[in-house]
C-alpha cells in the first residue's frame, strides 16, 4: 500500500496501472510506470494489448524516439511487446499481441 491507501498497482476490468520493468533486446531494464488496456479482436480471436509508459529519461535516451521490442513484465505477468510512436508528452505506445503482462478477467459473471 501507498501512503493514501491504494495499491502500488490497480488492476481492473479493462486491464493494467502501475510499475513494470522493460527489457530492450540489448538486455538494458528500465523501470516505469505503464498502463496497459486489451481486447478480443474478433476477426483474429485473439487478444490485442496496448497503452503507454509514463515519461522515462532513460528510456527515451535509449531509443532516442524510435521503435523497440521489449519484454514487459508487470507483477501479473510477462509479455513480449513493440513501444512505438512516442506522444507529445515523451511517452511510448507499447503493444502486443496474445496473452498480455496483467490479469485479464476470462468469467463472466452469472
Known amino acids: 500500500m501507498t501512503h493514501d491507501g491504494h495499491t502500488d498497482h490497480d488492476d481492473d476490468d479493462d486491464g493494467y496501472r502501475g510499475p513494470a520493468s522493460l527489457r530492450l533486446a540489448d538486455e538494458q531494464v528500465f523501470d516505469a510506470e505503464v498502463t496497459l488496456r486489451g481486447y478480443v479482436e474478433p476477426l483474429d480471436g485473439r487478444y490485442h494489448w496496448y497503452g503507454r509508459v ?50 485479464v478477467v476470462t468469467e463472466v459473471p452469472a
Open 54 to 103: 509514463a515519461v522515462h529519461a532513460g528510456l527515451e535516451a535509449a531509443l532516442g524516439g524510435k521503435r523497440a521490442q521489449a519484454v514487459v513484465t508487470t507483477p501479473r505477468g510477462e509479455a513480449v511487446g513493440e513501444l512505438s510512436d512516442v506522444d507529445p508528452w515523451g511517452r511510448y505506445r507499447i503493444a502486443g499481441v496474445s496473452t498480455p503482462p496483467f490479469a
